[in-house]
């Protein structure tokens, strides 16, 4: 199909961001919003907007003028008749969208693409009462549209193909990568980002870490864009909570949806986010508070800087699950003139320090036979040259919580008693938590990782089409099949099993695609061939 005319009902944010998009592509469209004056009011905002990046260079003068004479308000829905596709941006209500698609119907040829830019609903249940819903399609995509270069295309059940064929080409003709997706609750994007957000909170919930701690070890040490605190109160609480209860209402309560009742909380106390100038964090003008515990070193951690300022005479024994691991932080400690203790039994004295996966220290301590009291479990699924994140018992003695500290609060790690208030400029580069069957980023990496593998175990789509919509939609560092790759799938799984088997929580059973292809050690994308 050559799309000439593209029809955009809703000329909100996201209607004018796809109408943006289509004018630049050469595309002819024409506005339509059942509110009065809404659609006038969406071209002219567009317009300033182009204006401001032609005044950058971004257009010429001519561009500006070319796409502007593609944007057509419309008055009456019967106008957009002309069109071959039409796309539809409103309320994210059932009812209403269904009443909009019959109504599209009186006025389109019988050949017009019907398409919805829904994020959450059914799109076999909005064109279930359509007279040909093999027209209807899911195109969905992402805020702000020019920027998030990719859209899912979503067939219902009576979809034919050559209708996401059309709607695959148009979106590479608007400069968008098309991921197709079955019709199912949060579609690849929404569905795969569940894993983030509704971790954290769980890790929240736990008294493992502060909001600011977790936010600070998945930002700076995991890599993600934003801590999951920091994205809650940008999208706002009364859009992300009910997004998260819709969606593990549609799988039928699943463990891996599970919401947290404090967002619940939140959304009823009206501690919205960014919006309202108070969530996790508090906003001034749209601007984060500076006054947050992520960004100074608390009592606690200056009493340990204090206690252990001196580090030339601290023994450590390393325990680790993998030897690379243990390479890593005999590298480290020798850098840093640190002895390290190589008998088969820790001395006394010694601080004992474990590089484990999926454990707390408690029961890491148990299976390395060694004494609680002397250790502190270390977080190598992150780098070390980025961050650490440290894990006592909760009968380790504070001098050795305070060697560990000493050791890996600061980039050089012995600097004198001289140097604190250097060690608390750089108090960011570790962070200490409490107890916790698996470390903060072991937790949160690799339950999107598996979440990833089950959305392509239900081959909801492609792994390839998943990593790229994850990747570019939610702004992760990698998508969840590449990242499994990244890190080694063993490596993921036994942090899963091991959580699993220590909490029996549901949520943490590995996915058969991650466990499948852990155990034949071959790539996250491997498919089976068709016989």
Known sequence: MTVNTLAIVGTGIMGMGIAQIAAQAGIQVLLYDAKAGAAEQGRHSLQAMLEKLTAKGKFSDDELQAMLSRLTVVQELSQIATAEIVVEAIIENLDIKKQLFAQLEEVVTPDTILATNTSSLSVTAIAADCDHPERVAGFHFFNPVPLMKIVEIIPGLSTQQSVIDALTDLAKRMGHLGVVAKDTPGFIVNHGGRAYGTEALKILGEGVASFEQIDRILRD??????????????????????????????????????????????????????????????????????????????????????????????????????????????????????????????????????????????NAAIRYQVDPKQAVAIDMLTELTKHRTLMPSIVTQERFVAQAYALFGSSTGNKGSDSREADAQEASSATLITEST??????????????????????????????????????????????????????????????????????????????????????????????
């Not at 339950?447 to 990833?452: A, R």
């Open 221 to 362: 040490g995991a890599g993600f864009r934003m801590g999951p605190f920091e994205l809650l109160d940008l999208t706002g609480i009364d859009v992300s909570h009910p997004v998260m209860e819709s969606i593990y209402d549609q799988f039928y309560h699943e463990a891996r949806y599970r919401p947290h009742p404090l967002t619940r909380q939140m959304l009823v106390g009206k501690k919205l986010g960014r919006k309202v100038g108070g969530g996790f964090y508090q906003y001034k003008d749209g601007q984060k508070s500076v006054a947050t515990t992520s960004q100074s070193l608390s009592e606690f951690e200056t009493s340990l800087s204090t206690l252990a300022s001196d580090v030339s005479n601290v023994l450590v024994w390393i325990g680790a699950d993998l030897a690379e691991d243990k390479q890593q932080l005999v590298d480290y400690l020798n850098t840093h003139d640190i002895t390290i203790d190589n008998n088969d039994t820790p001395n006394p004295d010694s601080l004992v320090l474990l590089a484990v996966y999926g454990e707390d220290t408690t």
């Open 438 to 531: 698996g470390f903060v980023a072991q937790r949160v990496v690799a339950m999107v990782i598996n979440l990833g593998c089950d959305i392509a175990m239900q081959k909801i789509a492609t792994p390839e089409d998943i990593d790229n919509a994850v990747k570019l939609g939610l702004g992760y560092p990698y998508g969840p099949i590449s990242w499994g790759d990244h890190l080694g799938a063993s490596r993921v799984l036994l942090i899963l099993e091991r959580i699993y088997a220590l909490t029996g929580d549901p949520r943490y059973r590995p996915s058969p695609w991650l466990q499948r292809r852990a155990k034949l050690d071959v790539s996250l994308f491997t498919q089976q061939a068709i016989y």
